[in-house]
C-alpha cells in the first residue's frame, strides 16, 4: 500500500510514468499566465495602473514636475527694481520734471507746477529756438541772494530717480527770445523786436509791456553770439533775466551747453495740464517746427518707468511658466 500512495503522488509533483521531475500546476498561476498572453482575455498589453513602456527608459523613471510660477508679490520687488532703473534712465536721457519756484513766467506758469522737459534732442545735437521755454543751468550767479529750497534725503532720493519733480533750485525756466546771430531790442515799452520784427507776444503778463523802461536793463540792443540764446520771463516786469545780467561773464547770455532741455508740457496740477507750444510770433523769423520726438514726451517719467517694466516682467513669468511645461 505504501508504493501505491508513493506512485499516486508521482504523477503530480513527483516523476511522471517517464521518470522526470515535473512540478504541480498551479492553477492560479496558468489562469494568470494565460490572461496575459491572450489577447481575448484582455492581455497583450502592460498592467491597467503602469504606464506603457518608453522603449529604452526604465520603469523607475518619471516625468519632470512643473514648476510652479513666481507668485505676483515675488515679482513685485523685481518689477519696482526694473522700474526705478528706467526711471533713472529716462530722467538722464529723456525727460524730467520740474516745478516752479518764482512767478517770473506768469501766467503761462505759475508758482507750484510742474513741467516736464525734453533731454533726448540735445543730445541729438539739437539747440534752443525762438519761442521756446526751456530749463537751463544757472550761468553766472543769476540766482545769488534767492532762497532755494532744502529738500530732505527721501526727496533728494525722488528727485534724483525722476519720480518726482527736481528739487534743484539752481535751475531757471525762461523763454528763448534771440539765438545766435540774432539781434533782439527793445525802446521804450515795446514792442520787442527780434531782427528788427516786432513781435507780438500774447503770453506777456497782463498789465506788462513788452519792454520795460528803466536803467537797469530794460532799454537794450544786443547781438547773440553764436552758441547762446537771450532769454527773457514772460512776467516781463517780475524776471531777472537776460536784460538784467549783461554784466556777467556772459555778457546776459545763457551758453548752449548750459541748456538741460526743453519744457513741453505742463504735468501738474491736472487742472493746468497742457502742451507749451511755440507762439505763431515766432514764425516771422524762419522758427523750425518742434521735433517730433520732442512733442512725442509727455508722459511722466514714472509711468515711462512702470509702462517699460511691465513687458520685462511679464516676459519673464512667461519664460517661467513654459520651463515649467517641458
Known amino acids: 500500500m505504501g508504493d501505491v500512495a508513493v506512485g499516486a503522488r508521482s504523477g503530480h509533483d513527483g516523476e511522471d510514468h517517464r521518470g522526470r521531475s515535473v512540478e504541480a500546476a498551479d492553477p492560479a498561476s496558468d489562469s494568470a499566465v494565460n490572461a496575459e498572453n491572450d489577447p ?18 526604465g520603469s523607475g523613471d518619471s516625468a519632470p514636475k512643473a514648476k510652479k510660477p513666481r507668485s505676483f508679490w515675488k515679482e513685485l520687488p523685481i518689477l519696482i527694481g526694473i522700474a526705478l532703473v528706467l526711471a533713472l534712465l529716462i530722467k538722464t536721457f529723456l525727460v524730467q520734471a520740474f516745478s516752479i519756484p518764482s512767478a517770473s513766467m506768469e501766467n503761462t506758469l505759475k508758482i507750484g507746477d510742474r513741467v516736464l522737459v ?17 530749463v537751463f543751468h544757472d550761468p553766472d550767479d543769476w540766482l545769488a541772494g534767492e532762497n532755494t529750497a532744502d529738500p530732505n534725503a527721501f526727496q533728494t532720493f525722488l528727485s534724483w530717480i525722476g519720480l518726482m519733480p527736481s528739487a534743484e533750485e539752481k535751475d531757471l525756466i525762461k523763454r528763448v527770445i534771440g539765438v545766435g546771430g ?23 503778463y497782463p498789465g506788462n509791456t513788452p519792454c520795460s523802461q528803466d536803467d537797469q536793463g530794460g ?77 512725442a514726451l509727455t508722459v511722466a517719467p514714472q509711468g515711462l518707468a512702470f509702462a517699460g517694466a511691465v513687458p520685462v516682467v511679464l516676459w519673464r513669468r512667461r519664460r517661467t511658466q513654459e520651463s515649467a511645461t517641458r
Open 40 to 57: 481575448v482575455a484582455g492581455g497583450g498589453g502592460p498592467p491597467a495602473d503602469e504606464p506603457p513602456g518608453t522603449g529604452g527608459e
Open 118 to 134: 525734453d533731454k533726448l534732442t540735445p543730445w541729438f545735437g539739437s539747440e534752443p529756438e525762438r519761442g521756446e521755454v526751456i
Open 219 to 295: 532799454q537794450f540792443s544786443v547781438k547773440v553770439p553764436k552758441g547762446y540764446v537771450w532769454v527773457m520771463g514772460d512776467h516781463r516786469q517780475n524776471s531777472r533775466d537776460s536784460r538784467y545780467n549783461q554784466s556777467d561773464v556772459n555778457h546776459g547770455m545763457v551758453p548752449v551747453d548750459q541748456v538741460v532741455g526743453r519744457a513741453i508740457v505742463k504735468a501738474w496740477p491736472l487742472s493746468r495740464w497742457g502742451t507749451l507750444p511755440v507762439p505763431d510770433t515766432f514764425d516771422q523769423t524762419g522758427l523750425s517746427d518742434q521735433s517730433a520726438a520732442s512733442a
Open 182 to 204: 540774432d539781434t533782439v531790442s527793445c525802446k521804450g515799452t515795446g514792442p520787442l523786436t527780434v531782427n528788427g520784427k516786432a513781435l507780438n507776444e500774447p503770453y506777456v
